[in-house]
């Protein structure tokens, strides 16, 4: 290091808080990018409080020089020092909270030169949960502690962590010639069975919860089919279609919320879903009235004339938004993640998915069975003439009903609009799944819906890491086209004796 | 499925006039090679655009006819035409590559830095090798799938969204370049067929003329089948296959019969289809196209012949001429043509043809 | 406010301009050009844009008297993303609408497709897309970047200090021959660096892929072990599942930064790009560089977009391969006016060392023997008004190798473009 840099480092320390806060942010802004590295490693390892609001303002990419606010140019590298330096600097904060998360981010990226300060923070500090992180995030500095003793207290309580890192640090140090202490060796290998155990338990979780997610996603996407076509009998190849006006739905309402009520924009997907759902039901209902109601009866042919729906549907969407894709921004409350264990998190948009998937199913089921309209649907599939006989306005309950399919559709448009594109296409890449979990399903059968998407997302987690994604999705098509030769009617057969 | 379809294009309409028409368009097939081998300043000239159009669409036209056996007269609709279509393509190109590739491996394993043939190429060097895979690659995927598809009774929707996911697995099978045919790139830059240079006019004229020769092969096959007792049953298990089997008929094995035929000939499209245009790739495979091809029989008319090659050319005709003059609106055009064609035209085009002819 | 009046009045002018021109060469013949782009399908989303772009340059071109005298009629076509109808539509163009050029083609498929036959007719193409190299025809010239114009120097900064010293890789990409390559290159390269093979990861989606759950887990998994840098040739559509996956996981720039090669201006359109910050994109033009002629540029194409009502026109955008293709449109007149032809034959010859000041505040030069241009290489940071900001970029352009050293055998290959038939 310069010897001009340690003068100055002197200088700020020795100078009043205030004015070594202006000489602070003077420094940084006239130095070059490496030297401005050099600058945060020192601070990182020598904080004063004076200095949090520089750093707070470096942290958004802006320094204030004599008054002037200007706006710094960062690249990653001193994006990560300035995080570090300033988890250094909130260690000295009064808010238990913030030393926590601190000490949490320290355990991360701590360098050596900072030990001798989280020594003594450590020493000083009060509270347990804070004292627990703290003295973890010294642990891995304290591997290479010249005292045995110390690195045997810092292998063990690095056991005690389901940290990935700590897997690491501990494999490399259990590399030939870096532990030469037969005592620390066999604690480290202890430590290392220990967060190895813990990390395959997150791993595990991860997966499972991966799988529930995808599945969940696959039933909003079927679900709407499971009425259209299984229970309209309507192969709905528009359905896609569906699901990507519902998207739009999404777009539309944000941008309405963006120019009209921009202050409510976190809430905007729960308006976009009665939006979304009035919407396709609407579009739904027209198609079932003009064209899809000639077609009752001959399902090969609205298999095509819904395929030409869809194509012109996509086509709409090209000419009136464009080709590309639309931005549907994740609200603050849909983005991130909760950690539950150092190895897994949970992305909050997946988990509201998985729960709004399963209210969706819930709702749909009382409608379906608990209701008056329900009732007549049931009896109008089941049986068109007697349903007409018995004075069910058939007409207008496949109107109705058709409109539902469409409505739940859009319902999971809005939910994919939180996990993917939004563009023209966003339709066609689901439409195979829709049908494949219908169909495997069982077609006119709710709970066979939820079971076949589920079921398919979980095989289809638990494959893809062991073969890759693309072996792992034909070799799941394979396994529904043997499953299907078994079991043609699916998981959950209808039980009739109807015969053509 | 409420109304019987009529057996044949030929048996009503007129037998002359069909008879007539159907001659003029044949020679006018069979003349266009020929003169395409003008000079290029003769106004009789025909171009290589043309021809190659022409022959893609005649391509399209088989296909169009083998999705109409099985669906028009054994009432199983499958949107996996696709897939055999693309494995015959595959084989042919498999020697076309290997023609271009001389005695070094294809350019893409090299690329892969793989050091040898995997063992599903052995002898694709061999023009006759490849002329049976044409056949056995679709004829045998057909047998399997349509053997225990049909052991199991399954049908209609069923039965359609089964080929369609095998063939949505075919192509993500063949997307992956692991599998060994290149990719999402396939096969490309061929050289010559059999020593013929590829881009030779007289090479082109050959192709075409096989072609138009397929294409006549597979309507007499289709008239005689249709006129046999083995169409009537078909015909029967399309509209009644409870009856049927209630007079003592065992369905599996005709329905087995008709889709092996089926899938073998849109194999030999696949495989004529590959030198004229130049690339197979998987997209070929993509379950959209599988669905058009339903389109230009059910615009044509079902379970008629002539029916689903004129759907093939009118499509198609169509789709060179509308993605030039007006882009950005083919996909309406498109997608009307369906909604039209299945409200309005049970019969397809045929249908009204023979409408005018009655009255 | 004044700008806005500034640009109507440039558009008055200039249209007034080509309205006096066209009518007074109303009658003389005009040179056909083909522009062979998807309007329709899974690609249009990249194309449509670059057909705009390419008819803006027309318009250009025109309103500065045309070439050699003559107006530049464009003939556009449709080849729907369907990679046979490109050779069909490309015979078309050449045979039956006799054009002397042709602007198009995104896909490196596509490209295969339509190389024979413009082989075979002797037709001239302008490629404007990045790509993964291996090839050389004469028949057409390659406007946008190799493999050495684009991967090597993003992974050479992210393994300087500034670039966060990465120690470990993951490459991601589709499973297409662009990833593919362009991987099979860097994994060349790391090596010649150092770089061991544990801690370099290969990891294919198919197209289309939207469930990216499995592979940032086990990116996260992966990063435990040291410095990590994901490399990434995830293509256009699966990049926003991706990024958001990203986001939600908790995996940050700071952490893991991810350098993509497929990512543009145009595709942070469609994304929220706040939790993508810091994170980073390799390309030989920003939208956001700063000079005159990019000034104009911009300018020009955002007064184009509205004028003609193009979709999302108040947020309109141009991108590194749109920046190409204006390049190549460019080059192809000057060409032609050195020709004074429009002959394939001639205007190939005249193109060799042809110089054109390109947006990207560059001089760029057609190489005299291997059909690319020499170009710049920039790394540009994600910023979250969708614009990059450029932290790194070369001196100078840099010579195309198309074909990669760092590919066995491609030290045989000729340095000048042979006919691969």
Known sequence: MPTALYRLILACLLLLPLGAYANDANDFAAANNSEQAQLLESWAAHPTPGRVELINGLQQGQISVDGEVKTLRLNNRLRGLIDTALASHQLLAVDPKLRLNAAQQLQKSAKPAQLKFLDQQLAAETDSDVRSALSLALANLQLVDPDPAVRLAAV????????????????????????????????????????????????LLGQAFSGLSLGSILLLAALGLAITFGLLGVINMAHGEMLMLGAYSTYCVQLLFQRFAPGAIEFYPLLALPVAFFVTAAVG????????????????????????????????????????????????????????????????????????????????????????????????????????????????????????????????????????????????????????????????????????????????????????????????????????????????????RVID | MNQPLMLTATQKAGPKVTAWVGGLVLLVLLAMPLLSLLPADNSFQVSAYTLTLVGKILCYAIVALALDLVWGYAGLLSLGHGLFFALGGYAMGMYLMRQASGDELPAFMTFLSWTELPWYWVGTEHFWWAMCLVVLAPGLLALVFGFFAFRSRIKGVYFSIMTQALTFAGMLLFFRNETGFGGNNGFTNFRSILGFGITEPGTRAVLFFATVMLLVISLFL?????????????TALRDAENRLMFCGYDPRGFKLFVWVLSAVLCGLAGALYVPQVGIINPGEMSPTNSIE??????????????????????????????????????????????????????????????????? | MKRR?????????????AMGMSWTLQAAETIKVGILHSLSGTMAISETSLKDMALMTIDEINAKGGVNGKMLEAVVVDPASNWPLFAEKSRQLLTQDKVAVVFGCWTSVSRKSVL????????????????????????????????????????????????????RFVLLGTDYVYPRTTNKILRAFLHSKGVADKDIEEVYTPFGHSDYQTIVSNIKKFSAGGKTAVISTVNGDSNVPFYKELANQGLKATDVPVIAFSVGEEELRGIDTKPLVGNLAAWNYFESVENPVNKKFVNDWKAYAKAHNLPGADKAVTNDPMEATYVGIHMWAQAAEKAKSTDVDKVREAMAGQTFAAPSGYTLTMD?????????????????????????????????????????????????????N
Request: aromatic share 8%.
């Open chain 3, 116 to 167: 024979p036959v413009f082989e075979e007719l002797n037709g001239l193409l302008f490629y404007p897309v990045q790509y993964e190299g291996e090839e050389m025809s004469p028949n057409v010239f390659y406007t946008g970047a190799a493999p050495n114009q684009q991967a090597i120097p993003a992974v050479e900064y992210l393994m300087s200090e500034d670039g966060g010293s990465a120690k």
């Open chain 3, 368 to 420: 005299k023997t291997n059909h690319h241009l020499h170009k710049p290489v920039m790394i540009g940071e994600i910023q979250d008004d969708g614009q990059f900001n450029v932290v790194w970029q070369t001196k100078e352009p840099i010579r195309a190798q198309p074909w990669s050293p760092y590919i066995p055998g491609n030290d045989k290959k000729p340095d000048y473009a042979v006919k691969s």
């Open chain 1, 156 to 203: 063990r309580l690095l056991g005690e962590t389901g940290e990935p890192l700590a897997r690491t640090r501990l494999e490399n140090l259990l590399q030939p010639d870096i532990e030469t202490d037969a005592s620390v060796r066999t604690a480290a290998e202890t430590s290392l069975a220990q967060v190895k155990r813990k990390l395959l338990i997150g791993d």
């Open chain 1, 285 to 496: 209902m027209v198609l079932e009235r003009t064209i899809i109601r000639h077609l009752y009866g001959r399902p090969l042919e609205t298999l095509l004339a819904t395929w030409g729906i869809s194509l012109i549907l996509i086509q709409l969407v090209r000419v009136l938004f464009g080709a590309q894709n639309v931005e549907v921004a994740n609200p603050a409350w849909l983005s991130g993640g909760l950690h539950v264990l150092p190895n897994l998190v949970l992305p909050y948009n997946r988990l509201v998915i998985i729960v709004f998937a399963l209210a969706v199913v819930v709702l749909t089921w009382l409608l379906l069975n608990k209701t008056r309209l329900g009732l007549n649907v049931r009896a109008v599939t089941q049986n068109r003439n007697m349903a007409a006989c018995c004075g069910v306005p058939t007409g207008r309950v496949d109107m109705l009903a058709f409109g539902l399919g469409s409505g739940i559709a859009g319902l999971g448009g809005v939910a994919l609009s939180q996990i993917g594109n939004v563009g023209p296409d966003l339709g066609q890449g689901y439409i195979i799944d829709s049908f494949l979990v219908v169909v495997l399903g069982g077609v006119g059968q709710l709970a066979g819906t939820v079971y076949a998407a589920f079921g398919l997302g979980i095989a289809n987690k638990i494959l893809e890491p062991q073969i890759g994604a693309v072996l792992g999705k034909i070799l799941i098509l394979g396994l529904i086209i043997l499953f299907i030769q078994k079991r043609p009617q699916g998981l959950f057969a209808l039980k009739g």
């Open chain 2, 293 to 359: 091809a339903a389109v230009w029989v059910a615009l044509g008319g079902r379970g008629t012949l002539i029916g689903p090659l004129l759907g093939a050319g009118v499509v198609n005709g169509m789709k060179s001429w509308f993605t030039v003059a007006f882009p950005e609106y083919w996909l309406f055009f498109l997608g009307a043509l369906f909604i039209i064609v299945t409200l309005y035209l049970p019969k397809g085009v045929i249908g009204l043809l023979k409408k005018k002819d009655e009255q």
């Open chain 3, 5 to 17: 009046s500034l640009i109507k009045a440039f558009t008055l002018t200039a249209s007034i301009a």
């Open chain 2, 222 to 234: 289709g008239w005689r089948l249709a006129r046999s007792k083995f169409g009537r049953v078909l």
